[in-house]
């Protein structure tokens, strides 16, 4: 799961000390297209692909971000009615490439098949939101928000404002206007309200996205969706949940990462994130299968947070008492 989610978002360097957690259908393009240039204009070029890791100024890897703690974390977010049409009319209704292959496999559709937004969002809100595609995926969890908690969350409707305060204040790089870069650009902030006419698709964004709309401050009301959310401020605070991550990591000895775990899991707290509580029980889960007594007694003892848990917990915790109806999903 780490090496995932650190190759998905993470782009981070070291001598800026600066990590952008990337974020699909959220202006990635133009803010790493600027970030690279402000950091490595040397090696830049206009007709540089921002997406190509290997000549890229950032580093993906996890076990490299040793420096990580005290690092200036930032990331974008957009309002999840707009994101959510942009991702369906750039990936499903027009460019059918490599995402379409994998979603039309998933979902048991064919090579040429037409989906409606309505059928789309029918599909995608029955299955587990950590097996959606990235460009469509909750924002928290392609951001591991809260786990993670950036310096500056922007908002893609005031990026204009907000992405050269980011350069300002992490990398003293005053003025200056962004270069926009869309390649993927689709206009859905124009033509998003067009897609909500029926209202159990609306019920269904809602409940799908009810934990972005809550952590970054959007309003679920359809005529204020053009609105940013309301997290565009600085904090200054040290990463050390993402230190541990890099420590576990880094970790050869069991009973050393299963330490690692506790201290995350004292740091989270008791009100901690059904996101960070899955991902902390599956570690614990995972590093417990060596110990056949261990494991069932864990297992055993969280049952009930097993039952309502992520696809990846219960894959993990395998055959479990019959809870739900039969063919019942996990979400």
């Not at 417990?288 to 055993?300: P, Q, T």
């Amino acid at each position: 799961m780490l090496k995932d989610f650190s190759r998905r978002t993470i782009r981070a360097n070291k001598r800026k000390n600066i990590i952008y957690l990337n974020n699909p259908k959220v202006g990635c393009s133009t803010i790493k297209s600027n970030l690279w240039q402000a950091i490595s204009p040397r090696t830049y070029d206009r007709e540089t692909d921002v997406h190509d890791l290997e000549a890229s100024p950032f580093r993906t890897a996890i076990r490299y971000l040793g420096w990580a703690e005290a690092a200036n974390i930032f990331t974008f977010v957009r309002n999840p009615y707009t994101r959510l049409v942009s991702g369906y009319l750039d990936k499903i209704a027009g460019n059918r490439k490599d995402v379409w292959r994998w979603f039309s496999k998933r979902y048991g559709l064919s090579d040429d098949a037409e989906v409606s937004f309505d059928a789309f969002v029918e599909l995608i809100h029955a299955d587990r939101p950590e097996r959606l595609d990235p460009h469509w995926k909750p924002q928290h969890l392609n951001l591991m928000y809260p786990f993670i908690r950036p310096n500056f969350v922007g908002h893609l409707e005031s990026m204009d404002q907000d992405l050269p305060k980011v350069f300002a204040r992490f990398l003293e790089v005053e003025g200056g206007e962004i270069e926009k870069r869309a390649p993927h650009g689709t206009g859905a902030r124009k033509k998003a309200s067009s897609f909500f006419d029926n209202s159990e698709t609306v019920s269904r964004v809602r409940e799908l996205y009810a934990t972005d709309f809550d952590y970054f401050g959007y309003s679920r009301d359809l005529d204020q969706m053009k609105r940013a959310g309301t997290m565009s401020e600085f904090h200054q605070h040290p990463h050390t949940r993402l230190g541990l991550l890099v420590r576990l990591r880094n970790a050869d000895d069991r009973d050393e990462k299963l330490g690692i775990i506790d201290e995350i899991e004292k740091l989270s707290g008791p009100g901690q994130d059904k996101f960070t509580q899955n991902w902390i029980l599956f570690e614990k889960l995972r590093l417990s299968r060596g110990d056949r007594s261990a494991f069932a007694r864990l297992k055993e003892e969280n049952l009930e947070h097993i039952e309502d848990g992520f696809g990846f917990l219960r894959r993990m915790s395998g055959d479990l008492p019959a809870a739900r109806p039969a063919g019942a999903m996990a979400r």
